[in-house]
């Protein structure tokens, strides 16, 4: 076959072509001592393809061979030993670039400073950087994304600040610097100083700010930036993605949709950020809808469009669509990683089927510490307190260290189960054995266990005694329980505390009330709604919600909004009627509904 290919086309262009450089490179190794134009021709073609292990492994291949590499592909080589973090063949190539006296040469020099400064070695880029004559803006920025990589911000800003001639990458660099350290304020202040200076943003430093303003909330910079980007811009579907993301985690979900709606071509990445950002905003039905006009194209869901659809599923809780979501999720036979596997164990979960979620836990080959939380939590919040500790003590075993997401769902199953006990030892245990420090929601489940117990006094002073500040839910817990207990004195306590937090929320004044009522204290009753009028706090009303047929419909007392409200009265009517004949004859109603 290779010699058929070689009559019909030259070496230099099989091994251009993705879909024959394997039958070429048959070839060259066929060759037992092949000439500097070929391997040249053979580096050249395996770097244009971003094959760069198989780059290294023809390298080592000449070499045994006694081949000689053309100098000019040097810095090809040393770049496939950068992207494929090949420290070591990368300063054999330095020797040997060395010992050739190709050390003169400016690409050389350029691309060793790379190589160093992706592979973390500072000292060695600096070095090779200070050895070379003419000092241009590649190198450096390659030392500023290195200095980015190493956290050290200072060392960049200061090389950035020295030149004399920034190009776009320059700038790119220096703000994806600020932005891998979260300083997000000095990365858009650069930005603006960019554009204040002339410099032209290309789509990379677009993208770039478009994701910092999403992880910084930052709505208003994103549509100023949005506001500078050209139609021609948009056409790059990287750089339109990122602006939809951007709209996605700002939480201005509809002007994302007119963004992904303007697209002329989407990709699976375009797609599948709508889709999650729509169930991350609370909109899993427009999410669904989304997903299946997806599936009618060409582009196939990944792995990140399930996980989305996942928890777009889960938010409704509907059990046919769990079982249809669920089904084609495990058929669509992509690998369960941590990732997908969690995604649908949360779903199984919060719908109930806890069965099947133990199904993919145990299918699962490799589980990171999110996926036994996952599992964790879901036994625990379904009533399965005992099999959710069974767990962590299997997860202990296997040598998965918990974190702080662990320890909540565990306190959270001892607290459904009334384990006090139990639950106060793995608080210990889970500060001094796994050095976890107590967040506020550890401490919610902790005043709650001893709540349950009957212990109010003792969660007050745990709650006194907190390394975190208490908020509003711990002090609700413990008036709740006040009521429960009758102890009025502790209730004043957390009353007052909550006030402070929340002086606008009616539902402390009423519990107050309720507390001071069951005490048989009117006078106090008195004063708590005095209090109300006075701050003109208005109770808010409730609610009774039901779903049916996966819509939910929201019902207040004497309500005449829905749109079947004279109907549903007839029933409720019809069912009065039933219940005052069944106190004179019982056996009348179990005959109605028989």
Known sequence: MEACLLKTRPLHALLSDASTSRAARHLFDAVPR????LCGMLVSALSRLSSHQELLQA????????????????????????LSAASCQGTQVHCHALVRGLLGDVFVHTAL?????????????????????????????CLITGYSKAGDVDKARKLFDGMSRRTSASWNSMIACYSHRGEFQEALTLFDRMLGEGARPNAITIT???S??????????????????????????????????MYVKCRDIDEARQEFDRMSRRDVVAWSTMIAGYAQNGRPHESLELFERMKATDCRPNEVTLVGVLSACAQLGSDELVEQIGNYAESQRLPLTSYLGSALIDMYTRCGYVGRARGVFDRMEQKGVITWN?????????????????????????GVQPNEITFVALLAACTHAGLIDQGMSFFEEMKRKHRVSPQVEHCACIVDLRCKSGRLWEAYKFVCDMEVEPNAVI???????????????????????????????????????????????????????????????QKLSAYSWIKLDGEVHKFLVQDTYHPKSAKIYEVVDSLGLLLDRADSDPDLLVSEFC
């Open 113 to 141: 400073v790379d190589f160093y400064a992706k592979n973390g070695d500072m000292g060695s880029a600096v070095r090779v950087f200070e050895e070379m004559p003419v000092k241009d803006p590649i190198p450096i920025n």
């Open 212 to 245: 910092i303003c999403a992880k910084s909330g930052d709505l208003d910079t994103g549509k100023r930036v949005r506001a500078l980007v050209g139609e021609e811009d948009l056409q790059n579907v990287i750089v339109h993605t990122a602006l939809m993301e």
């Open 475 to 537: 002090w609700t817990t413990l008036l709740s329980a006040c009521r429960v207990h009758a102890d009025v004195k502790l209730a004043k306590l957390a009353a007052s505390k909550l006030l402070l937090m929340e002086p606008d929320n009616s539902s402390i004044y009423v519990l107050l009330s309720n507390i001071y009522a069951d005490a048989g204290l009117w006078g106090d009753v008195r004063e708590i709604r005095d209090l109300m009028r006075s701050k003109n706090v």
């Open 374 to 398: 996952s599992m964790i939590r879901g036994l625990a919040m379904n009533g399965f307190a005992e099999d959710a500790i069974g767990l962590y003590e299997k997860m202990e075993e296997d």
């Open 59 to 82: 390298l080592s291949s000449m070499h045994h061979k006694g081949a000689n590499v053309p100098a000019g592909c040097v810095p090809l080589i040393v770049k496939s030993c950068a």
């Open 34 to 37: 092949p000439t500097p134009a």
């Open 208 to 210: 770039m700010v478009f």
